[in-house]
């Protein structure tokens, strides 16, 4: 199974843009990249994902380099609300198993 | 909103008590799953179901097993609760050919 490669943690003043890098060099070309969160005492939520294009929706965008192996999760402008443990996860195309890394701890300064 | 509910937010077992951890979705999904998260390690898969009575191991099956007699529920049971399997346990459902998983408050067990 490809696996992903994360910093263990970030830090981003409040209203400012946030760029979250993930590395998957051994990602396989049916494999979706996904991006979910995980607020303080909560399970994770869905954040977005993609497979070979970029990304945009209400909560934020995903940039895919051109070889996939790596990708980032960009926040527009952070919030304090935004501060949680942010998971890159790969998933095989036709299965329904997510591999989940340690993930980036984001800080968000007032 | 997709509701998935769990049992218990907080449990302590003795080692060797058989453990129930229920998991409820409200959002008529097909798939539902097992995970447990562990410091260090991220999300580990233990079970997951595609259907009522259907199941497939995940990668940390041992010391595992799973019911699902109705749709909206998946049980995970530690028939002989060990130390090492206290962790935070989360369920999550999804709905059949779709992307999302909706994830629960999660439970963390404490087997002492």
């Known amino acids: 199974d490809a696996k992903t490669t994360q910093p263990n943690s970030m830090e981003s003043n409040e209203e400012e843009p946030v760029h979250l890098p993930c590395n998957h060099s051994?990602?396989?070309?049916?494999?979706?990249i996904h991006w979910y969160r995980q607020l303080p005492s909560q399970g994770p939520e869905y954040v977005i994902h993609?497979?070979?294009s970029n990304v945009n929706n209400r909560m934020a965008s995903l940039a895919i380099a051109e070889d996939r192996k790596s990708s980032t999760l960009i926040l527009h402008r952070a919030t304090l609300r935004d501060a949680a443990v942010y998971y890159c996860?790969?998933?095989?195309?036709?299965?329904?198993?997510?591999?989940f890394g340690t993930g980036t701890r984001l800080k968000v300064l007032a | 909103d997709v509701k998935v509910t769990q049992s218990s937010r907080y449990l302590v077992k003795r080692t060797g008590e058989k453990v129930f951890l229920e998991c409820v979705q409200d959002m008529d999904h097909e798939n539902m799953f097992w995970y447990r998260q562990d410091p260090g390690l991220g999300l580990r898969l233990i079970y997951f179901s595609y259907d009522v009575k259907m199941k497939e191991k995940g990668d940390i099956p041992e010391g595992y097993s799973v019911s699902r007699e109705k749709k909206e529920r998946f049980s995970l049971i530690l028939e002989s609760a060990s130390t090492n399997q206290t962790s935070m346990y989360l369920c999550?459902?999804?709905?059949?050919?779709?992307?999302?998983?909706?994830f629960g408050p999660g439970t963390r067990l404490t087997v002492l």
């Open positions: 993609g497979l070979t």
């Open positions: 051994t990602i396989s070309g049916t494999d979706y």
């Open positions: 996860i790969l998933r095989a195309s036709g299965t329904y198993k997510y591999i």
């Open positions: 999550a459902s999804q709905h059949g050919g779709t992307d999302t998983q909706y």
